[in-house]
């Protein structure tokens, strides 16, 4: 059951460069969107998220991009640093209960070259 | 800046003995929640917890699991009979929002081996 897609499993960038990671979903009952960094051997760290009410949201350096006719969201990190290199998984909640669970993606692990 | 914390970070049991996780969310949150990620899988939900009682379960949540915040700061997984799948990245998560939690902050994880 994959609700929530990331298609590429791995994404290598020059430093200083753009860094977009990709992530699909499936179910339209999805309302809020985030994107969280891992470390091994470390939780997972939030990073952004997006309402689905809006298109784009912006922090920093990191950047989320919000298609939902496509059911599309991207991640796009300018300029890439090496400290960036993890692996970076998208998630999902949905309206359905009021605790939200979040579901999550296979994530993609950058590494980001100097 | 709070964050989740998790006890131990690293548990090796025998199957069929019973483990307790345990985390402490940060303070001020509301939900709490624990998923686990199989070696080389996913990050799956498997429970959320709001006003001292269940709020949603997965499947893999069955009746060897269950979840306790026995004080107003520690939120425990048991699992009362471990089996070889069990082992597994435990992370507890946090969220804050009172009409339903939008961002989960989560903690280092309790790695469970099972023998």
């Known amino acids: 059951d994959q609700q929530v897609k990331q298609n590429s499993p791995s994404l290598s960038v020059q430093e200083g460069r753009i860094s977009i990671l990709n992530c699909d979903y499936t179910?339209?009952?999805?309302?809020?969107f985030l994107w969280y960094k891992k470390y091994p051997a470390e939780g997972p760290t939030f990073l952004i998220s997006?309402?689905?009410?809006?298109d784009k949201n912006e922090d920093g350096r990191f950047t989320v991009f919000l298609n939902k006719s496509a059911k599309h969201l991207s991640l796009h990190i300018v300029p890439s640093q090496p400290g960036d290199s993890a692996v970076y998984f998208c998630?999902?909640?949905?309206?359905?209960?009021?605790?939200?669970?979040?579901?999550f993606g296979s994530g993609t692990q950058l590494t980001v070259l100097p | 800046e709070p964050e989740v914390t998790q006890t131990p970070s690293h548990q090796v049991t025998q199957m069929g003995q019973e483990v307790i996780l345990r985390c402490v969310p940060i303070?001020?949150?509301?939900?709490f929640y624990w998923y686990r990620q199989i070696l080389g899988q996913k990050v799956e939900f498997l429970v959320s917890?709001?006003?001292?009682?269940?709020?949603?379960k997965s499947e893999i949540f069955d009746d060897q699991f269950s979840v306790e915040r026995p004080d107003g700061s520690n939120f425990t997984l048991k699992i009362r009979s471990t089996k070889l799948e069990d082992s597994a990245m435990y992370f507890c998560?946090?969220?804050?929002?009172?009409?339903?939690?939008?961002?989960?902050?989560f903690g280092p994880g309790t790695r469970l081996t099972v023998l």
């Open positions: 917890f709001y006003n001292n009682e269940i709020s949603e």
């Open positions: 998560a946090s969220g804050g929002r009172v009409s339903g939690t939008d961002t989960q902050y």
């Open positions: 997006i309402s689905s009410i809006k």
């Open positions: 179910n339209s009952m999805f309302d809020y």
């Open positions: 998630a999902a909640s949905g309206s359905s209960g009021s605790a939200r669970q979040l579901t």
């Open positions: 303070s001020n949150h509301l939900y």
